[in-house]
């Protein structure tokens, strides 16, 4: 038999040419049909994997040559501190580098007022009061050093430093792997920004908080173009007013 016969409602094949040359065709569809499955795969792979990373690379570009070191920062009226975690009500370690970083920079006369912006949502966590004691304790004046008791994210600090209190310029303290995003958003909540990166070993610590970066940076991209209001406005505040004035006074 040279064709196929359908027995029990399946189609057989005969062994002469034209049966192999059908089996061979139905294996090249088969073979052919995966091939596409998996291209689309990978293709929607490629698109997902653009649009992850786009914002990151938005944030890199736009950041220009806007971040360095203490020794390279311009002077600015104000320094502005992103929270990084207590630990036993203390900073932890990379707070504490953020902040010996800002004193660098007020004792160097880079700055003349530190705002330190943390997470103060509720009564047994107060970052904010923590990081104004470290400074004091490392002797700047307590007038220079303003707190943000709001600043629950990156983009609620920047756009709160300049609807609230007044900051058009500043220098940015956070680690390296944050400070491009800080940099984004303070600018697009109007503030003329430089960045210091603090470095740190790349520990785990530190490849954890750079892949959060990942997800962080869509986030600022849609805040960047939303500018949406931060979770606490409030009124202006006086405090950053108050610390430039005594600096004022301080050199006359």
């Known amino acids: 038999m040279l064709g196929g016969s359908i027995r029990g409602g399946h189609v057989r094949f005969g062994s002469g040419i034209p049966g192999l040359l059908r089996r061979r065709a139905l294996r090249l569809g088969v073979r052919l049909r995966r091939r596409r499955a998996q291209r689309r795969v990978f293709q929607l792979a490629t698109v997902c994997c653009s649009l992850a990373l786009a914002p990151?690379?938005?944030?890199?570009?736009?950041?220009?040559?806007g971040v360095g070191t203490v020794a390279s920062a311009p002077n600015a009226p104000v320094a502005v501190v992103f929270g990084a975690g207590l630990f036993e009500?203390?900073?932890?370690?990379?707070?504490?580098?953020?902040?010996?970083?800002?004193?660098?920079?007020?004792r160097e006369r880079k700055v003349q007022a530190i705002l330190v912006t943390g997470d103060n949502g509720r009564d047994s966590y107060d970052e904010t009061d923590a990081m104004r004691q470290y400074?004091?304790?490392q002797g700047v004046p307590q007038v220079r050093v303003v707190g943000d008791?709001?600043?629950?994210?990156?983009?609620?600090?920047?756009?709160?430093?300049?609807?609230?209190f007044g900051v058009d310029r500043a220098v940015l303290v956070s680690q390296d792997f944050h400070v491009r995003r800080a940099?984004?958003?303070?600018?697009?909540?109007g503030i003329d920004a430089y960045a210091v990166g603090v470095p740190e070993r790349h520990d785990v610590t530190w490849l954890y908080g750079g892949l959060r970066e990942i997800p962080g940076a869509g986030k600022a991209a849609l805040n960047a173009w939303l500018r949406p209001d931060?979770?606490?406005?409030?009124?202006?505040?006086?405090?950053?007013p108050k610390a430039l004035a005594d600096a004022g006074t301080a050199r006359g």
Not at 90 to 105: N, Q, T
Not at 150 to 159: E, K, R, V, Y
């Open 56 to 65: 990151s690379a938005w944030l890199w570009l736009s950041a220009g040559g």
């Open 89 to 106: 009500g203390r900073p932890s370690p990379y707070l504490a580098h953020r902040l010996d970083a800002a004193v660098d920079l007020y």
């Open 135 to 137: 400074l004091i304790d």
């Open 149 to 164: 008791y709001a600043g629950f994210d990156t983009w609620d600090s920047c756009t709160r430093a300049h609807r609230v």
């Open 183 to 189: 940099l984004a958003l303070c600018r697009a909540a």
């Open 230 to 240: 931060p979770l606490f406005l409030g009124p202006r505040e006086d405090g950053i």
